[in-house]
């Protein structure tokens, strides 16, 4: 397998320090985290050519005024209403009115932290494996107890099925993985991201890219501190839409499921064929399976862990796997019935 050779960050910071970058921050209601974000970005790259725009969905808990002040006294940061209200069409609205003359566009969400010298991390790592993408490794942190729950499962195969960006691992070049940086003309040169889609647009691009001839690459270099739902209706909605955006990605592709998808896409059905149990009591056999599987996984990470949170994994878990399925499931049956649209969470 190809590795590229290590680089120095002293080679690193002076390379990025010329480059054109246009990072993009899709948000909706994020009060609580858009002014730190962009005061670490700016701060961060002080001696970058880069344009930050914030494609904001319509928030009405102050986020827009928050951004409003900073980009008053900041030329470096512009604000934009992204009237679909979803991160896909707002990227592709920025990159449409900003991109011009930039080299790379860096994607960044408002709910998570990066750490210093991420986007010239980024930009190193392009450079040096000749990527069309760089995606980095995420890892989820919680402050209240069921958000730190979620963050377990999620951190673990438990919630994620093993995928290459959640767990440790090597470097190298992927399928898929969490967006970071793009080579800016060949993000425009696929179609940019697929406007319609609210959750998967991710994974939908990578399909599209890979046809095309790029290259993702998986940076170890560097990695992304997420913060999940912090209540489980907010997750399950969240997952509920991970869901309909996954079968939306198989269905336009004609592609078949992957091991890790197929298995939660099966726990609907197991919910649901619980419902004849007084008539057919083995049908209530897969329920018990599943939840038993994820609340026995749970006390082991709580074992692990040493925390009483991680205790409630499992039922962290529960949540996304249900969420995901219903979604899934959904958007199956019933999506070629409906607008093509998914509405934002």
């Not at 009405?60 to 604000?79: K, N, S």
């Not at 920025?94 to 709910?111: I, N, Q, S």
């Not at 890979?210 to 997420?226: D, M, N, P, S």
């Not at 004609?254 to 007084?278: D, Y």
Request: with cysteine; aromatic share 8%; net charge positive.
């Amino acid at each position: 397998m190809y590795r590229p050779e290590p680089i120095s960050s002293e080679r690193c910071t002076t390379s990025a320090a010329s480059e054109h970058v246009l990072a993009v921050v899709p948000c909706l209601n994020e009060r609580a985290h858009i002014a730190k974000l962009l005061g670490d970005l700016l701060a961060d790259s002080a001696e970058m050519d880069l344009m930050i725009v914030v494609a904001d969905g319509g928030s009405t808990d102050g986020t827009q005024q928050i951004v409003e002040r900073i980009a008053a006294a900041e030329p470096r940061v512009r604000l934009i209403h992204n009237a679909e209200r979803i991160q896909s069409a707002g990227v592709n609205h920025a990159v449409r009115e900003f991109g011009g003359g930039r080299h790379w566009l860096a994607r960044l969400d408002a709910h998570a932290a990066y750490p210093k010298g991420f986007i010239s991390t980024l930009i190193c790592e392009a450079r040096r494996t000749g990527a069309s993408s760089v995606v980095v490794a995420m890892r989820s942190e919680g402050e209240n107890c069921f958000q730190r729950a979620a963050a377990v499962a999620q951190n673990s195969v438990l919630g994620t099925g093993g995928a290459a960006h959640r767990r440790p691992g090597d470097e190298g070049f992927v399928d898929h993985g969490h967006h970071a940086l793009f080579d800016l003309k060949q993000f425009e040169g696929v179609g940019g991201y697929d406007g319609t889609l609210s959750h998967n647009e991710d994974a939908e691009f990578d399909i599209r890219l890979k046809h095309a001839g790029g290259r993702i690459w998986l940076t170890r270099a560097i990695e992304v501190t997420y913060f999940p739902r912090s209540h489980p209706g907010a997750l399950y909605r969240q997952y509920v839409n991970y869901g309909r955006g996954r079968a939306r990605t198989l269905l336009n592709h004609r592609m078949r499921p992957k091991v890790r998808q197929f298995l939660p896409a099966c726990v609907l059905p197991t919910v649901l064929a619980a419902a004849i149990a007084p008539w057919i009591p083995l049908a209530l056999a897969p329920a018990v399976l599943w939840s038993a599987s994820c609340l026995l996984s749970g006390v082991a990470l709580g074992l692990q862990q040493k925390r009483r949170c991680a205790f409630a994994s499992g039922v962290a878990a529960m949540i996304i796997h249900l969420g995901w399925s219903v979604g899934f499931w959904r958007e199956l049956v019933f999506g070629r019935r409906r607008s093509h649209k998914i509405a934002p969470t």
